[in-house]
């Protein structure tokens, strides 16, 4: 029976600490993770900055389908995660190690039971259903607001309440966060 224990005599990844920790705590799905961390093995484990790769090769490491790592190494150029240059029919890719230029895109989801939320300092007190029932609050207030204000410069509407809203939680999360202010909010 073959025992296995690794020893660091037998090949290690240097990796920067804060880089590390940068990427822990970035909210990665699965399949960018394990992109990322096949790109920092066959690039710092060999202590080489870029590493030249096919989507097939890349395919056959994390046993992902091609064309959704093509999707998943597109996101991760596009989040500014990953550094590509084209040669031919490779890829030359690195990881982007200035982790403050990673843009993070946060999504509100539908269903939020169960999620928790830290509070952050400055703030006294949490309410009793967390940090939800203040925002619908205030979303309310805006929607009747211009629900009025609709009404009164349209008082024979029937559809006033499809008037488009200017600016939502919503909308407002779809944008792009850099992590350095996500870290800053955090700490």
Known sequence: MN????????????????????????PFTKAELKLILLIIR????????KVSMSYGILSNLTYLNKRYIKKVIYKLI???VLTKEKDNKKNILGLNKRYHQWRLNIHTQKDTTGVSCRTLPGVLEDTPKGV??????????ERNRDKERFKETNPHSKFS????????LRKYSKQPIHIRELISLIS
């Open 42 to 49: 066959k690039t710092y484990g060999w202590n080489r900055k």
């Open 3 to 26: 025992e296995v224990n690794p020893q660091p005599e037998n090949g290690y990844t240097r990796i920067a600490n804060e880089l590390l920790e940068a990427i822990i705590s970035y």
């Open 161 to 168: 309440f499809f008037k488009p809203k200017t600016q939502t």
């Open 78 to 80: 596009k989040d500014k």
């Open 132 to 141: 939800l029932a203040d925002t619908s609050i205030l979303l309310n207030t």
